[in-house]
Each structure stands twice: as structure tokens, then as C-alpha cells.
């Protein structure tokens, strides 16, 4: 009959995976394959694994190995192939195929050689791939929202992160290229769209010579798109242009996702961090007050090796003296093929676990009272979700990004995938109370 074969993808990790989840599943079906939500009822599984640390690759292990028990036969794609393609090849023999960070755009020609019988290796040992505008794509997130990727790839070398290894360095997409993918985007109903890359206000460097985000942030402001959000801006990239382009262009939301990663000199430089131990205190004062209404995120790392009771404390004391509206707070795990792997002075997990809580209880009655502010306000909601058995509806306002913020719980009618003003009744730690405001 020569029906072609039905795929499911199970998707790991981050939204950066999720994009190429997406690409993935774009191809497959432009290319007549038939995609089943169900792994149980496709005849391959594409595993789109992460690798960033030891937690995620526990997870990509546990959900290969199911899997393979089902005796299902496994595409593996992602950071754990390209991290580790012969061991996964010689120890899960379900494994059907191997995809690296770079290959994922070949998907379909590896799914037609696995068809006559090949076992398949593809993986570029330095990824250069990005795709752009034209790459079929099949959104899996809510409809209202899409996540759109600005450039792949990481010049800087911090001394606990993989990802440079396991993408390569930094290639950026042009500013007509991503403009032209919003336009689409918006022609679906987007409401909206969050830029993302591994260093977002480093975008452009390699193919203009310099860092062109403001530039990028005026161009989409010309899109008919309400929200654009940005994550993974580093301070000292937020420029007084970048904070200008910010300020001046109504769609683009003054939400900023500031991966700090810690306060102390000393702990910065064991990242290899060192340019920005000396401006965390200044930059952040500055952008508060270039922009008032500006949204605070930050991620920490603690029991970084060799950070000591002083250096807790000063990060400790950083939190506290900052207010920051949401805070992540990470115990460092020793990456194999990294330089802090090596590092002396490493310290148990009892007491990186313990300093991750002290930090995370720190900033709860923070979080609450900067939650507790929105009481009384009608705010502008993107709901996304609505229970079917209660008819309550979920979504977010522009302080909430999507799955690492909190959400907004809303009593009323609205469609999902639109914006709606809600008057917040409510608040709790995390989350919000309220109802559509006619």
C-alpha cells in the first residue's frame, strides 16, 4: 500500500527544544507522515531529549528506556544525542536513529532511511543550522502564543553551562527574517510572541558586527502582535538603546528575564562571569529606573564549588535589597565537559539544597507582596486554558511568562486565545484571583 509510517514526538526540555519539536513536526507532516499525539499507536518515537543537566538527562534516560520496553522504535533528537550519540546507540538497541542540535532539519530523510533498514547517525559535530521563516512549522503551545527564536548558539563560555558544546556558537537570524515569521504568526491569531535565544541582547553580533536587539524590538513593534516578551536578556546588554526600544515600543512588554546566576564578585569569576561582578548593583538600579514599570526574573545558582558562607550571604542579601518580582533559584550540577566539573572546593548536596530553600523562602512574601499590588487593578489577561468541569479560565497577565511564572485563575467568559481585561480580586504567592471585567 505503501502507506507512510505515524510518528509521535515526545518533547523534553526547554522552549528552545520545543521549537525545534515544532520544526520537526512541520516537516514531518508537509512531508505526509502521519503525527500521532499517542506513542502507543505510532510506529516511531521521536524523543526530543535535553542535556543541560544531570536532572533533565535522568528524565530523557527514563523516558527512552519506557520506551524501549514497549518496544517502540526511537528516533533520538536533541542535546542528549548530541551529547552522547554512541553511547545511546550502543546501550538502547530500540534506537532506531540518532539526530543532533544541527540535524533536526533532516528528519525526514533520516525517518526514510531508518524505512529501508538503516541505522542512522546524524550528527554535525559543530551545529550550524538555524531555521528561519520558511521552515514549516506545527505550534504545540496554547494558541495564543508562540515562541520565536532570534539565534542559536552561545559565544560566551561559562564554566557550568554545556549548551555551547552541545549548539555551537552564536549564528542570528536576520531582522526581515524573524519580522517576517511574526507577520505570519499573527496572521494565526497570535497574541503573543516570546523571543528567545541563549543570550538575547547579544543578538546580531555575528552577522552585523554589533548587537542590533533594539533595532530588532522597533522592527516588531510594527507588527500587529499586543505582547512581545523577551527572555534571557543579560544586564550588561540592556543598553540605553535596547531600554529606549523598550520604552517606546507599545507591544514590546518591559519584562525582563536577567539570568544573574549570582551576586559575588569571586563566584562570578569561578563562572567565568567576570564582567558582570562589577555592574549587577548599578545595571539593575539603572533599568528600574529607566523603567519603572519593568518586571524583574532572575535565575541563581547556589553551591556553585567554592562558594562559602560569605559569598551566600552576600547573595542573600542581594535578593533581598533588590525585590525582584520572580526568582528561580538552581543547586549547580557538575557537568561532565565542563570547566567547573573539575573544580576543587565541591560541595555536598545537603548544603545546596539547603541554601536553594533558604533563598526560595526569602523571596516568597516578596513575590506575595508584589502580587498582593495587583489586587484591585483591571489588568489586561491572555487566557489560555478553561477547565472543562468548572468553566474557570486560566491565563496571564504581561508580569507572568509563560510555565516559569505564575498564572491567573478567571471566573467569567472569554474565548481562549484573546486578550481580556480581568479585575484581579486575589493573590497568593505565585498566582491571582480574578474576574473578566466587562
Known amino acids: 500500500m505503501g502507506?507512510?509510517?505515524?510518528?509521535?514526538?515526545?518533547?523534553?526540555?526547554?522552549?528552545?527544544?520545543?521549537?525545534?519539536?515544532e520544526h520537526m513536526l512541520g516537516l514531518l507532516v508537509e512531508a505526509?507522515?502521519?503525527?500521532?499525539?499517542?506513542?502507543e499507536l505510532a510506529d516511531y518515537v521521536i524523543v526530543n531529549t535535553c542535556s543541560f543537566i544531570e536532572a533533565a538527562r535522568e528524565e530523557s534516560v527514563r523516558t527512552l528506556v519506557d520506551l524501549a520496553e514497549a518496544n517502540k522504535k526511537i528516533v533520538i533528537t536533541g542535546c542528549m544525542a548530541q551529547h552522547f550519540q554512541?553511547?545511546?546507540?550502543?546501550?538502547?538497541?530500540?534506537?532506531?536513529?540518532?539526530?543532533?542540535?544541527?540535524?533536526?532539519?533532516?528528519?525526514v530523510d533520516v525517518i526514510a532511511r531508518v524505512e529501508q533498514g538503516d541505522r542512522v547517525t546524524e550528527v554535525s559535530a559543530e551545529p550550524t543550522y538555524i531555521a528561519d521563516e520558511t521552515t514549516p512549522r506545527y505550534r504545540t503551545t496554547t494558541e495564543g502564543v508562540a515562541y520565536v527564536?532570534?539565534?542559536?548558539?552561545?559565544?560566551?563560555?561559562?564554566?557550568?553551562?554545556?549548551?555551547?558544546?552541545?549548539?555551537?556558537?552564536?549564528?542570528?537570524?536576520?531582522?526581515?527574517?524573524?519580522?517576517?515569521?511574526?507577520?505570519?504568526?499573527?496572521?494565526?491569531?497570535?497574541?503573543?510572541?516570546?523571543?528567545?535565544?541563549?543570550?538575547?541582547?547579544?543578538?546580531?553580533?555575528?552577522?552585523?558586527?554589533?548587537?542590533?536587539?533594539?533595532?530588532?524590538?522597533?522592527?516588531?513593534?510594527?507588527?500587529?502582535?499586543?505582547?512581545?516578551?523577551?527572555?534571557?536578556?543579560?544586564?550588561?546588554?540592556?543598553?540605553?538603546?535596547?531600554?529606549?526600544a523598550i520604552r517606546e515600543t507599545p507591544n514590546v512588554l518591559p519584562y525582563l528575564d536577567l539570568p544573574l546566576q549570582h551576586s559575588h564578585g569571586e563566584i562570578l569569576r569561578a563562572m567565568n562571569r567576570p564582567w558582570q561582578g562589577q555592574v549587577n548593583d548599578a545595571i539593575i538600579e539603572r533599568i528600574k529606573e529607566a523603567l519603572p514599570q519593568a518586571v524583574l526574573r532572575t535565575t541563581f545558582i547556589v553551591g556553585f564549588p567554592g562558594e562559602r558562607d560569605e559569598h551566600f550571604q552576600h547573595l542573600f542579601n542581594f535578593i533581598q535589597r533588590h525585590e525582584f518580582d520572580h526568582v528561580g533559584v538552581f543547586t549547580f550540577s557538575p557537568e561532565e565537559g565542563t570547566p567547573a566539573y573539575s573544580l576543587s572546593e565541591q560541595l555536598p548536596q545537603i548544603v545546596k539544597d539547603e541554601r536553594r530553600d533558604v533563598l526560595m523562602e526569602l523571596q516568597q512574601p516578596i513575590s506575595l507582596r508584589k502580587n498582593q499590588q495587583e489586587v484591585g487593578k483591571v489588568v489586561d489577561v491572555l487566557i489560555e486554558q478553561e477547565n472543562p468541569l468548572t468553566g474557570e479560565l486560566i491565563g496571564r497577565s504581561a508580569r507572568f511568562a509563560p510555565e516559569v511564572d505564575g498564572q491567573i485563575y478567571v471566573s467569567g467568559q472569554a474565548r481562549l486565545g484573546t486578550i481580556v481585561p480581568v479585575a484581579i480580586k486575589e493573590a497568593d504567592t505565585y498566582d491571582l484571583y480574578g474576574m473578566v471585567s466587562n
Open 3 to 21: 502507506e507512510k509510517p505515524t510518528i509521535a514526538i515526545s518533547h523534553l526540555g526547554c522552549e528552545k527544544n520545543r521549537i525545534d519539536t
Open 32 to 39: 505526509g507522515y502521519g503525527v500521532d499525539s499517542n506513542e
Open 86 to 107: 554512541e553511547q545511546l546507540l550502543e546501550e538502547l538497541p530500540e534506537a532506531v536513529a540518532v539526530v543532533g542540535t544541527g540535524d533536526y532539519h533532516k528528519i
Open 149 to 244: 527564536r532570534i539565534a542559536e548558539g552561545c559565544d560566551y563560555r561559562c564554566a557550568f553551562c554545556i549548551i555551547p558544546y552541545l549548539r555551537g556558537n552564536q549564528r542570528s537570524r536576520t531582522i526581515e527574517s524573524i519580522v517576517a515569521e511574526a507577520e505570519q504568526l499573527a496572521t494565526q491569531g497570535v497574541q503573543e510572541i516570546i523571543l528567545i535565544s541563549q543570550i538575547t541582547t547579544n543578538y546580531g553580533i555575528d552577522i552585523y558586527g554589533k548587537p542590533k536587539l533594539a533595532e530588532l524590538l522597533r522592527a516588531l513593534g510594527k507588527v500587529d502582535i499586543p505582547w512581545i516578551r523577551m527572555h534571557y536578556a543579560y544586564p550588561t546588554g540592556l543598553t540605553p538603546d535596547v531600554i529606549a
